[in-house]
């Protein structure tokens, strides 16, 4: 049931705030393509083929698929909050782990792992419908929808500029402090939403017509 309490900024025992969510959902949004620009140097940095490097996007848009499928039930088992605060974890790690990487084999398997930053944009959508009435949520999620629509198109030039200004590695630490900052305003601000956890996965399943 939506709660019609006001969000208290940086309450965790308060619902978050729409700047929260709308944070969220632009780091999940950048990650997809803030370094398409660097992937000229990146090819001639891992010594591989221009095609091998693009990968990267194609698998990191896999992952994000099939995770979009998982997160929910996740989600409904063990509350918003968790599961978006270890999938923001897990993607700074993985930033680093792909800033840090020296073989491209490395870098892909950082790269898959980074899609997991899809669970802030999935589980923002979620947070709201469990918070407000149907007319609110639509407004609320037309803000995050904006930051999903913005992002990407900003995403490369900032790549861009810190490709030229340092290297292609800046790109990815960049993405790691902005996880960071993300999640810890995530951990003081988001307030779990869900108020009807299910007791276990077989539950939800056989709730599927």
Do not use: K
């Not at 509350?79 to 974890?89: E, Y």
């Not at 490369?156 to 999640?183: C, K, R, Y």
């Amino acid at each position: 049931m939506a709660s019609a309490s006001r969000p208290v900024y940086l309450n965790r025992h308060s619902h978050p705030h729409i700047s929260t969510l709308v944070a969220l959902a632009a780091v999940s949004s950048l990650a997809l393509n803030m370094f398409l620009p660097s992937l000229p140097n990146m090819t001639e940095f891992f010594q591989t083929e221009y095609g091998l490097v693009q990968l990267s996007v194609a698998l990191f848009l896999m992952i994000n698929g099939l995770l979009q499928i998982i997160v929910g039930p996740l989600s409904d088992r063990y509350g918003r909050r968790p599961v978006i605060l270890g999938g923001i974890g897990i993607f700074a790690l993985a930033s680093v782990g792909c800033a840090l990487a020296t073989t491209i084999e490395v870098f892909l398997a950082f790269r898959m792992l980074q899609a997991v930053v899809s669970v802030g944009l999935v589980l923002g959508r979620a947070a709201i419908r469990d918070m407000v009435g149907q007319e609110q949520a639509a407004s609320m999620i037309g803000y995050v929808t904006m930051a999903m629509s913005v992002m990407p198109m900003i995403a490369p030039a900032i790549g861009g500029e810190l490709d030229a200004a340092f290297n292609w590695q800046a790109t990815f630490w960049t993405m790691a402090v902005l996880a960071v900052v993300v999640g810890t305003i995530t951990w003081l601000d988001f307030g779990e939403t869900s108020t009807t956890q299910s007791a276990s996965f077989s539950a939800q399943f056989s709730a599927i017509p």
